[in-house]
């Protein structure tokens, strides 16, 4: 375990001088209009936590005051304050995430739109286009040649393709075709063709190198691509007229090239000592810890952790003394198989132990897999009625791709870890086709053995109405698996990365069609089925900003790019959240389906005093209310875990 300590969580905030203790002196009394989140919605009036960070009592003012002793410390809120439990994003990848700042000029994501905007050291508007973008990258003169040139955060469905730049003539570009035709090609023009290079889409599921960087990979190898690309779902895709045309599916796909990198580079480091780059780079991280508190986190899950080296690596972080979130894990299925990695949970249980203080580390307890990749890489698994459209950025792409041979080949990869009945087992599923997938996999293995912790619909991004229905008879014990049999019961939840609607929204309208477009992140489908529903980033997809979530489903506007103007709505009259759906949907939601409803989630006696202080009441927007785009510009004021405030150090 590395013992390099963070600076940035080496101070606190402080609370007052000591005095003599007075009855109660250890415990915290919250006064002013409290949202539960409770499956009443109930509104209280006040809150009162032990010293230990354990709810004791919600209700009216009197109530909760009646026996608690002078000594108790109040907290009052301001006029127009609400306390809430605090903000849960139940997928996100941290450690790429808190790195995206280490990278400087090799960020290379588009603008957010104008509502959205984060301040960069690096102005987006110079990443429009795709090949300016790319042209942007500083190389270092000093830096070996053989040292990979690495860059994250490219997006060609949202950056504009303009071929005639780098020096590239016409009749060149028209040789080499569209971006995604012959990445190598462009990354040699406007990067480098002599140092390797290798570029990491926004979507996580693709990624586009030059020559020079196949062949470090290739050299010395009987077979190239090695057999892991195949083997994990991966591809390095071919043209007509080349073997490999610098395009890669999938993170089997570019797993080898990350391999290849020299070890000083921060994500090589992240693949192999991930503790020793948190302590390398703690100045550069801590923006990113500090935004997630800024926005209202108190827990995340971290939704993709790679064998033990990166779960310790997540575990160091959390445990650190005033590290503002808690944390639970989710472990790729085969990482935990290859390593024989077994589901933990928090190391004390407040309601087991009445002297547990919750741990930050809250333990691994889920699996992972993936079953297609990217709907904006064109890699999403889709079936009839939907498609690839045959113009312009996935042209080729037809009905996308899946990780897995076929369906049954998800239930043999999962069968022997599904037996334990120890795990909760969360698949990645954009396609319609891939969420079919998955709901017949679940089906299948429910009646082998069944499960009784929550299953995870990742993303379930395109909807379409059957696949939903079929999804809730899976909920209630009534879907017939393939095999002609009812599957028992199964405690399946989704999650929606609803900044597909925001930022790719208008985008999704070319490449999946109008109808496919309004169904992306199907809320009302969810709500007509009773189908259990959270949001999530992503990130480094998209930022982690709970309150974007919330304006994002209630309005379901989107934007084009490059100029982000915005482009009205998608499917808003029937998918369009509620303000308090939306609110559930990252405070009790994604604590059931990471079983931590138990402790957080919402503001229960006998729970964990995890808040967060709003300066506005976000149920006050809406229809007929207060303007919901809004919903976005309202204030954070401070984050308790336990009951403590959360240290807001410069």
């Given at each position: 375990?590395?013992?390099?300590?963070?600076?940035?969580?080496?101070?606190?905030?402080?609370?007052?001088?000591?005095?003599?203790?007075?009855?109660?002196?250890?415990?915290?009394?919250?006064?002013?209009?409290?949202?539960?989140?409770?499956?009443?919605?109930?509104?209280?009036?006040?809150?009162?936590?032990?010293?230990?960070?354990?709810?004791?009592?919600?209700?009216?003012?009197?109530?909760?005051?009646?026996?608690?002793?002078?000594?108790?410390?109040?907290?009052?809120?301001?006029?127009?304050?609400?306390?809430?439990?605090?903000?849960?994003?139940?997928?996100?990848?941290?450690?790429?995430?808190?790195?995206?700042?280490?990278?400087?000029?090799?960020?290379?994501?588009?603008?957010?739109?104008?509502?959205?905007?984060?301040?960069?050291?690096?102005?987006?508007?110079?990443?429009?286009?795709?090949?300016?973008?790319?042209?942007?990258?500083?190389?270092?003169?000093?830096?070996?040649?053989?040292?990979?040139?690495?860059?994250?955060?490219?997006?060609?469905?949202?950056?504009?393709?303009?071929?005639?730049?780098?020096?590239?003539?016409?009749?060149?570009?028209?040789?080499?075709?569209?971006?995604?035709?012959?990445?190598?090609?462009?990354?040699?023009?406007?990067?480098?063709?002599?140092?390797?290079?290798?570029?990491?889409?926004?979507?996580?599921?693709?990624?586009?190198?030059?020559?020079?960087?196949?062949?470090?990979?290739?050299?010395?190898?009987?077979?190239?691509?090695?057999?892991?690309?195949?083997?994990?779902?991966?591809?390095?895709?071919?043209?007509?007229?080349?073997?490999?045309?610098?395009?890669?599916?999938?993170?089997?796909?570019?797993?080898?090239?990350?391999?290849?990198?020299?070890?000083?580079?921060?994500?090589?480091?992240?693949?192999?000592?991930?503790?020793?780059?948190?302590?390398?780079?703690?100045?550069?991280?801590?923006?990113?810890?500090?935004?997630?508190?800024?926005?209202?986190?108190?827990?995340?899950?971290?939704?993709?952790?790679?064998?033990?080296?990166?779960?310790?690596?997540?575990?160091?972080?959390?445990?650190?003394?005033?590290?503002?979130?808690?944390?639970?894990?989710?472990?790729?299925?085969?990482?935990?198989?290859?390593?024989?990695?077994?589901?933990?949970?928090?190391?004390?249980?407040?309601?087991?132990?009445?002297?547990?203080?919750?741990?930050?580390?809250?333990?691994?307890?889920?699996?992972?897999?993936?079953?297609?990749?990217?709907?904006?890489?064109?890699?999403?698994?889709?079936?009839?009625?939907?498609?690839?459209?045959?113009?312009?950025?996935?042209?080729?792409?037809?009905?996308?791709?899946?990780?897995?041979?076929?369906?049954?080949?998800?239930?043999?990869?999962?069968?022997?870890?599904?037996?334990?009945?120890?795990?909760?087992?969360?698949?990645?599923?954009?396609?319609?086709?891939?969420?079919?997938?998955?709901?017949?996999?679940?089906?299948?293995?429910?009646?082998?053995?069944?499960?009784?912790?929550?299953?995870?619909?990742?993303?379930?991004?395109?909807?379409?109405?059957?696949?939903?229905?079929?999804?809730?008879?899976?909920?209630?014990?009534?879907?017939?698996?393939?095999?002609?049999?009812?599957?028992?019961?199964?405690?399946?939840?989704?999650?929606?990365?609803?900044?597909?609607?925001?930022?790719?929204?208008?985008?999704?309208?070319?490449?999946?069609?109008?109808?496919?477009?309004?169904?992306?992140?199907?809320?009302?489908?969810?709500?007509?089925?009773?189908?259990?529903?959270?949001?999530?980033?992503?990130?480094?997809?998209?930022?982690?900003?709970?309150?974007?979530?919330?304006?994002?489903?209630?309005?379901?506007?989107?934007?084009?790019?490059?100029?982000?103007?915005?482009?009205?709505?998608?499917?808003?009259?029937?998918?369009?959240?509620?303000?308090?759906?939306?609110?559930?949907?990252?405070?009790?939601?994604?604590?059931?389906?990471?079983?931590?409803?138990?402790?957080?989630?919402?503001?229960?006696?006998?729970?964990?005093?995890?808040?967060?202080?709003?300066?506005?009441?976000?149920?006050?927007?809406?229809?007929?209310?207060?303007?919901?785009?809004?919903?976005?510009?309202?204030?954070?004021?401070?984050?308790?875990?336990?009951?403590?405030?959360?240290?807001k150090n410069p």
């Amino acid at each position: 375990m590395c013992t390099a300590s963070l600076a940035f969580l080496a101070s606190c905030a402080t609370t007052g001088g000591s005095i003599a203790n007075p009855p109660d002196s250890g415990k915290t009394l919250f006064l002013g209009k409290i949202l539960t989140m409770d499956d009443g919605m109930t509104v209280a009036e006040a809150v009162s936590v032990d010293e230990r960070g354990h709810i004791l009592k919600v209700g009216t003012e009197q109530d909760v005051r009646e026996g608690l002793g002078a000594g108790a410390k109040v907290v009052q809120l301001e006029a127009g304050q609400v306390l809430m439990p605090g903000f849960i994003d139940p997928h996100l990848h941290l450690l790429p995430t808190l790195l995206q700042s280490v990278l400087e000029s090799h960020n290379l994501a588009p603008c957010l739109p104008g509502p959205y905007r984060i301040p960069t050291a690096t102005s987006c508007e110079s990443r429009a286009d795709v090949l300016s973008t790319l042209a942007s990258i500083k190389l270092s003169p000093q830096a070996p040649k053989d040292e990979f040139v690495l860059g994250m955060n490219l997006d060609p469905s949202r950056q504009v393709f303009d071929p005639l730049q780098c020096g590239i003539t016409a009749k060149e570009a028209a040789a080499a075709g569209n971006f995604m035709d012959n990445p190598k090609f462009y990354i040699e023009r406007c990067v480098s063709k002599d140092r390797p290079v290798l570029i990491l889409d926004q979507s996580g599921h693709l990624a586009y190198v030059n020559q020079r960087a196949i062949d470090v990979v290739c050299a010395g190898q009987t077979a190239c691509p090695p057999s892991t690309v195949k083997a994990g779902g991966g591809e390095w895709a071919p043209n007509n007229t080349a073997p490999f045309t610098g395009l890669l599916k999938e993170t089997s796909g570019y797993a080898p090239f990350m391999a290849a990198m020299q070890k000083s580079l921060p994500l090589a480091q992240l693949q192999t000592h991930p503790q020793e780059l948190l302590a390398a780079y703690e100045k550069e991280i801590k923006p990113g810890i500090q935004a997630m508190r800024d926005a209202g986190l108190t827990t995340i899950a971290d939704g993709g952790l790679v064998g033990m080296s990166q779960l310790n690596a997540v575990k160091f972080l959390a445990e650190q003394e005033h590290f503002p979130l808690r944390v639970t894990g989710v472990v790729t299925y085969d990482s935990a198989k290859a390593e024989g990695i077994q589901p933990t949970g928090p190391a004390c249980d407040p309601r087991q132990d009445a002297n547990c203080k919750l741990p930050k580390w809250l333990g691994a307890g889920g699996l992972k897999l993936w079953v297609d990749g990217s709907t904006q890489g064109c890699t999403a698994k889709l079936a009839a009625p939907y498609s690839y459209s045959t113009k312009g950025h996935c042209s080729d792409a037809g009905e996308g791709r899946a990780d897995f041979e076929n369906m049954q080949a998800i239930v043999t990869a999962m069968s022997a870890q599904w037996m334990t009945k120890a795990w909760r087992v969360q698949l990645h599923a954009n396609g319609n086709d891939a969420n079919q997938w998955a709901i017949d996999a679940f089906a299948l293995l429910q009646q082998k053995a069944q499960n009784e912790h929550p299953v995870l619909f990742i993303h379930n991004t395109v909807g379409q109405e059957q696949l939903s229905k079929n999804l809730g008879d899976l909920i209630k014990g009534n879907y017939v698996a393939p095999n002609g049999q009812k599957a028992p019961a199964v405690k399946a939840h989704v999650t929606h990365l609803i900044g597909h609607v925001a930022y790719w929204g208008h985008a999704f309208r070319g490449m999946l069609g109008e109808a496919a477009a309004n169904n992306l992140d199907p809320v009302g489908f969810d709500r007509d089925q009773g189908i259990p529903f959270s949001f999530h980033s992503d990130s480094m997809v998209t930022p982690p900003r709970p309150l974007w979530f919330v304006e994002q489903a209630v309005t379901r506007r989107t934007w084009a790019y490059p100029s982000l103007e915005e482009r009205g709505t998608l499917g808003l009259e029937k998918h369009a959240a509620t303000v308090e759906e939306a609110l559930r949907a990252i405070t009790i939601e994604p604590a059931r389906q990471h079983e931590l409803d138990g402790w957080v989630g919402s503001i229960e006696q006998g729970k964990v005093a995890d808040f967060v202080v709003l300066g506005d009441n976000p149920l006050d927007y809406g229809p007929k209310k207060k303007d919901p785009t809004q919903i976005h510009k309202i204030p954070v004021v401070e984050t308790y875990l336990s009951g403590q405030p959360t240290s807001k150090n410069p």
